[in-house]
Nanobody, 125 residues
């Protein structure tokens, strides 16, 4: 079965950095779009970034220039490097994947069929 296991979350001060990892199993990783979403306390789940099979990446406007998504197909792992973290980045971060993501809808939750359990990120001011 498909498994996505996130790691790397934690508590960091504003301006700090974290790198999240998501290890996938049960899929032909190189053929899947990989994405990160986040859910802040009391809010819905929001798109953060995605990387397609081609390597092209897409970002939520508020994280452009601060976050970088990357993938290592040999390790079946996707990463989210988060720099210049701010308190508003506090959320549970989820890894998600699908083989059939429509490019025009890459930010939509319903495009992704498999999800990890989430890793919490807390940024203190």
């Amino acid at each position: 079965q498909v498994q996505l296991v996130e790691s790397g979350g934690g508590l960091v001060q504003a301006g700090g950095t974290l790198r999240l990892s998501c290890a996938a199993s049960g899929i032909n990783f190189s053929r899947y779009t990989m994405a990160w979403f986040r859910q802040a306390p009391g809010k819905g789940r929001d798109f953060v970034a995605a990387v397609r099979q081609s390597g092209h990446s897409y970002y939520k406007d508020s994280v452009k220039g601060r976050f970088t998504i990357s993938r290592d197909n040999a390790k079946s792992t996707v990463y989210l490097q988060m720099n210049s973290l701010q308190p508003e980045d506090t959320a549970v971060y989820y890894c998600a994947t699908s083989q059939s993501v429509i490019l025009s809808a890459i930010q939509r939750e319903d495009q992704y069929h498999f999800w990890g359990q989430g890793t919490p990120v807390t940024v203190s001011s």
